[in-house]
Structures are given as structure tokens and as C-alpha cells.
């Protein structure tokens, strides 16, 4: 009878956690991601990242294509610059890692939108996302950060 009770306590336990697991593992999509332009461990990773996977079509600092809000022959427009003369500040946190991690498109909700960005879903891990843009975020100056900021806390509300 105590092998029974014993093993129907770890049951319990052990669905338990899974149940846990499952909760706080759907809660990680819903969350908002928090860039942190000021953790130097962090943004050197991102730079790293960044020198990887961006610069090639925004830039070694950030600036983008010339005539980016243009759109090519092909279709698709440039990529933008990523400094404080671009427009990735307007977006909150949150909406830059979803375009980083699931593309413009799918982000956006917007259907038959093609895009040069790729996805990174499955490349790069939340954290390196998050790595990237904290980095992207700490080259701004700092009333531009100060504007970003007040964006976040508007969408958090």
C-alpha cells in the first residue's frame, strides 16, 4: 500500500511539473522581450552575431542600403539602416524580435508581403535575438533610446 501512495504522490508530482513546464513555456511567446543596450556581456555577444547574420545587408554600422525606403525592381525594398537615421527605434521590443525571429510578414500579419529579411526562427535562439538587438539599441544615441524606451512602456500598458 506504500508503494502505491508513494508512487501515486510521484504521478502527481511529475504532472504537475509537466503542467508547470507546459504554463511557463507557452507564457515564453507571450511575453514581452526586453532589449538591454547597457549589459556589455550581452552587447559584445550581439555584435558578434550582428558581424554574422546583419552586417552583409545593413551594414557594418548600421547604415543600411542607400535609398532603402525605395523600392527595387525585383520588388522588395533595401535593407534599412539599423542607426538612429532608420526607422527600427519606432518599433517596440517586442515587434523587433518577432520580425527578427519569424520575419516582417508574419510578424506584421500581413499576407502576400515579400521581404528580403530572412527568419531566424530556428538560426539564431531567442537570446542571441535578443543579444543582436540590445546590441542594435546600445549604438543609438541616447535621446533616441530615451524615445525607444518611452515606446516600450506605451505598449506594455
Not at 507546459?22 to 555584435?47: C, H, K, W
Not at 515587434?95 to 510578414?105: E, P
Not at 521581404?115 to 546600445?138: H, N, R, T, W
Request: proline share 5%; net charge negative.
Amino acid at each position: 500500500m506504500k508503494k502505491v501512495v508513494t508512487l501515486a504522490c510521484a504521478a502527481i508530482a511529475l504532472t504537475a511539473g509537466l503542467a508547470a513546464l507546459t504554463y511557463t513555456l507557452g507564457e515564453v511567446e507571450s511575453r514581452p522581450f526586453r532589449l538591454m543596450p547597457d549589459n556589455a556581456s550581452l552587447i559584445s555577444q550581439g555584435r558578434e552575431i550582428y558581424a554574422a547574420y546583419c552586417a552583409s545587408c545593413h551594414g557594418e554600422s548600421l547604415e543600411g542600403h542607400p535609398n532603402w525606403q525605395e523600392q527595387g525592381a525585383d520588388g522588395l525594398f533595401p535593407a534599412p539602416p539599423h542607426d538612429a537615421s532608420g526607422h527600427t527605434w519606432h518599433h517596440a521590443d517586442e515587434l523587433l524580435f518577432k520580425i527578427t525571429k519569424y520575419g516582417v510578414a508574419k510578424a506584421a500579419g500581413l499576407e502576400n508581403h515579400s521581404s528580403a529579411m530572412p527568419a531566424y526562427e530556428g538560426v539564431l535562439s531567442d537570446a542571441q535575438i535578443v543579444a543582436v538587438l540590445s546590441f542594435i539599441k546600445s549604438r543609438w544615441p541616447k535621446e533616441i533610446r530615451d524615445r525607444h524606451d518611452t515606446l516600450n512602456a506605451r505598449t506594455l500598458r
